[in-house]
């Protein structure tokens, strides 16, 4: 059903999409200015992007699958700018709500092993691990763990220059 309406909408879905990535690196900006109340609302949303994850990729299926139930053939997995997108904006807000970049792109890496291996350990979900998923989430987790980091950096020097230029 939802690749249906990605498949017949595909311009209005990528515009989204891009608008939602601006959005959250402005948003993201906005919160590092907010100091502590904005860690706090950037680890709420930052979860709420993890449930959004774990419900795409571990809601069963209709039909439980047969045969083979891992895709193990490497093929162009950063097209899949699905995946890349699923991964990436929660990873931007898990960085500027613990501000520990090199801890996140593990995690999220072991993560999205961990959500291929569940579909790999669970048929009856109708789910199917795939190489080119996990590449693709791991991809968008470290996008967004650099873009993160770097808008950290951005909004802290300017912070730093206007408090320099006002003293």
Request: aromatic share 8%; hydrophobic share 60%; charged share 15%.
């Amino acid at each position: 059903m939802i690749s249906t309406i990605i498949i017949e909408n595909f311009f209005l879905v990528r515009l989204l999409l891009l608008a939602g990535f601006i959005g959250a690196i402005v948003g993201a900006g906005l919160l590092v200015r907010a100091g502590r109340r904005g860690r706090v609302i950037a680890a709420i949303i930052a979860g709420a992007g993890l449930v959004v994850v774990i419900a795409l990729t571990l809601t069963p299926d209709t039909y439980p699958l047969d045969g083979v139930v891992c895709y193990l053939v490497v093929d162009s997995p950063l097209w899949d700018i699905l995946n890349i997108a699923l991964f990436l904006v929660p990873a931007i807000f898990i960085v500027i709500a613990v501000r520990k970049p090199i801890i996140v792109a593990a995690s999220g890496i072991l993560f999205s092993a961990l959500i291929e291996f569940l579909q790999y350990a669970n048929p009856w979900f109708g789910r199917r691990c795939d190489v080119n998923d996990f590449i693709a989430n791991a991809a968008g987790m470290l996008i967004g763990v650099v873009i993160g980091a770097i808008v950290i950096a951005v909004v802290t020097r300017r912070q730093k220059r206007a408090s320099a230029s006002s003293a």
